[in-house]
């Protein structure tokens, strides 16, 4: 193997024997934050189970209902005679699915983008110009446009909020490329006539990972909370599946009679988010503590 | 100094460039035919056409770009379908609310922002530290809008301390202005003030540590003297870069928290937009809200190159 | 010496809180600087040569490190027990200090002149435009050319060299007593160097006050103390007239150091070094601590720590086969 290899080479020892894994289970703000989103994360999962029936059956009888002790009634019911407690967890899923949509589609893009404007110098200059006026849109805004144009859906949502965050994420990628580039390992893959893609893929890459995964826990909080704000004016999913943000639309109405159709869906969207932001923090902490922080 | 301004001026063209196309390339999404959508599922053909006229949609790509360039060089950025006004005519009819308001909750972020931050780095790891990185971290992790009608509930519901219905104009009655702007620009400001707090928190921490801080207190500087000059200063340069962030989000942020406290301002005006599909007008705001933007990030980059001597006195190297 | 010292460190013991526990960075270290005498302490990195300083300054980095005993008595006032309004008082009047790193030890956004002003101005009762006019003088004194000039550049516009002086400008601008320079040539490039220390030398003299220089460098103890204290591992192995050191060192130590370094005149066949490496602040050795990479040690050596002898009237050697005399 050469000498280039084996300092890149991927770890043989299993993630939860390496020494970062021992110091993340004793950070504690990671912990609390795992435990708030694998709480929200079991809630979408368990959906159909945790429900007690369908979350947009109405029942004009038993409207306006408030939290209560009680299996069925634990977070009352809506307007409609909607029950929030089938309607919030279903809302996780949603928030959930979406989120990761938005991950997803920005480590693809963000990774294969800002490597490319890292590693060919060429593509470097306008790529960066074009990232820079994708982000001279407020982000939200730019989201809002974008799902406007589109018309709203679940996968606008999506769309929107990784265009929104990909040329952040490229830049973050690029950084370290930059970085990483110029090491000695590198010139020695490429001295022994390694190809281009070769050397991003197995030796650039795996060291660039640290920013990567801080940046992406970050992006699952602000996924989920712009989501709710697109729901919010109506530009994300239909109102036919219940979404946090939609519930605090429709709740706002209501809201001197019925504050807990705000409040409710609200506090879910605030654990999720603290939860990533708890994680992201404490990532960052383990990962590399020299990280400044970023917005979002 | 005046190289460096120049300099970052001309960087803004082309990007000013790339985001009116991105604007104009807005009204491109629309999936389908953009008149059929704007008249609506009633529109005859004709009035379909009509609207395709209308707006130029008929002709081809690059006459429609050249179109929107030319009306944009000569300060016209479209006319709102629904008002039936030009855009830049609406849009500055309610910038002083929005601004007054951008104002406000900045000042909120500012002030509370940093001495949230230096409190919590100078009393690292105490109890004060902790209460204020939670209070910054939950800060950062609620939905704005939904604050805000959290504090509806409190304030005005039940505590009736302050008002939820009109709007008083700061020009009008700056004192009732007071009233009825304090609880959207807390709302606004709220998860700006976390961000900054935790920025101001850890650059603090970092400053504290360099060897300059050591020096100081080695020529026997009195400690407040140490933090209040020697390091603020230093922290000051990299808040100041967040700050033009800072602003972004609050001027986004008011699309939503101008809708829930019926503000009048630009942010309702686009949140009506989007409603209505309104789509020239959501095209020429947001070109308008993101010029706005670039121009404020250009001034905050010059007030960052005149604090940093590094920056300032480079001329020419 | 007949006279009080100016500087008396005694049984000097500093520690760190780690996470592992604590550890002793500086133990039982004890020795005297006389006014304007020139005191050089030298050791390997890791020694606790700038603990040390640092600790006679009260600039421990609080939260780990902190005295854990003994005395360190300027003038007759033991400083540690000073309370810290005075202390603070003291630095910068009646102790300088200097630091190694001259490219980030200066504030990088305030002038040079902002930074040397403000340090008059904090210890005297002086107006602004005399504080500026003393500033310049500091200036020319330490040999920056153009002073009037270069009294509003900005750190970033000065060369490394041209830094340290201003430190040693902005140290000595209220004449105290007694300067601690930590490493000062250490990250300058060689010529400069030896300018810098010419320039403290003359200083020294024409103001009278003591320096204690710690280095690494036993060149420039040579050429620059009076006496020197060797440090090893947080205790003091031998300390004495520089030239007695030099010529016959006692400590084993301090002959593997002398030894390692290369003379310039006549043939050098290969370098001599002290086998092993220093020992970890968390696993001493029992006994004497230079020890287990002693050449001449024998049973008695891990007993118990060794007691300071004194070979000759001011100089000691913490050794017990000390009086034997060293291999050279």
Known sequence: MDAAGAIARPRTTPFWRTPTFRRLVRHRSFMIGLAMFSFVVALAVLAWWIAPNDPNRTAIRMRFRPPQLDRVFLLGTDNLGRNMLSRIVHGAQLSLLIGLGVVLLNTVFGVLLGAVAGYFRKLDGPMMRLADALMAFPSILLAIGIAAALGPSAWTAVIALSVVYIPRTARIVRASVLVVREMEFVQAARASGAGHWRIISRHIMPNCMAPLIVQLSFIFAYAVLSEAVLSFLGLGAPPSIPSWGTMISEGRTYIREAAWLTIVPGCAIALTVLGLNLMGDGLRDVLDPRLKIEQG | MGSYIIRRLLQAIPILLIVSLISFGIMKLVPGDPAIVIGGPNAT??????????????????????????????????????????????????APITISLSIYAMVLTI?????????????????????????????????????????????????GWLPTNSYVEFSDDPVRWLRHATMPSVALAMLQIGLL???????????????????????????????AKHAMANVMIPVITVV????????????????????????????????????????????FVAAALMLLNILVDILYAWFDPRVRYDAGK | MAAQPLLSVRN???????????????????????????????????????VTALSIMGLLPQPPGRVAGGEILFEGRDLLKLPRSELRRMRGSAIGMIFQEPMTSLNPVFSIGDQIT???????????AAARTRGIEMLEKVGIPSPQRRIDDFPHQLSGGMRQRVMIAMALSCSP?????????????????????????????EMGMAIVVITHNMGVIAEFADRVAVMYAGRIAEEGPVGRIFDAPTHPYTAGLLASTPDLVGEVPRLRTIPGTLPSLYELPPGCRFAPRCDRRVEACESGRPATQEIEPGHFAACIRAREGASA
């Not at chain 2, 707090?197 to 400690?223: F, V």
């Not at chain 3, 300067?179 to 490039?189: F, I, Q, R, V």
């Open chain 2, 197 to 227: 707090a935790r920025i101001t928190r850890s650059t603090m921490l970092e400053t504290l540590r360099q060897d300059y801080i050591r020096t100081a207190r080695a020529k026997g500087l009195p400690e407040w003297r140490v933090v």
């Open chain 3, 12 to 50: 000097l013991r500093t520690v760190f809180g780690t996470m592992q526990g604590e550890v002793t960075a500086v133990d039982d270290v004890s020795f005297d600087v006389a006014p304007g005498e020139v005191l050089g302490i030298v050791g390997e990195s890791g020694s606790g040569k700038s």
């Open chain 3, 177 to 205: 007593r007694l300067l601690l320079a930590d490493e000062p040539t250490t990250a300058l490039d060689v010529t400069i160097q030896a300018q810098i220390l010419d320039l403290l030398r003359d200083l020294q003299r």
């Open chain 2, 244 to 287: 033009g962030i800072i602003l972004s989000v609050l001027i986004s942020g008011s699309v939503v928290i101008e809708s829930v406290f019926s503000i009048p301002g630009i942010g309702s005006l686009l949140g009506n937009a989007i409603l209505r599909r309104d789509y020239t007008m959501i095209q020429g705001g947001l070109l």
């Open chain 3, 118 to 128: 403000e340090t008059i101005r904090v210890h005297e009762r002086i107006g602004a």
């Open chain 2, 111 to 159: 002030v509370f922002g940093i001495s949230i931050g230096v409190l919590a780095a100078l009393r690292q790891n105490t109890w004060i530290d902790q209460v204020a990185t939670t209070f910054a971290l939950i800060g950062v992790s609620l939905p704005n809008f939904w604050l805000g009608l959290v504090m509806i509930v409190l304030f005005s519901v039940h505590l």
């Open chain 2, 45 to 94: 053909a004709e009035e379909v056409e009509n609207i395709r006229r209308n707006l130029g949609l008929d002709r081809p790509f690059y006459v429609q770009v050249g179109v929107f360039y030319w009306n944009l060089l000569h300060g016209d950025l479209g006319r709102s379908l629904l008002l039936g006004k030009p855009v830049l005519e609406a849009v500055i009819e309610r």
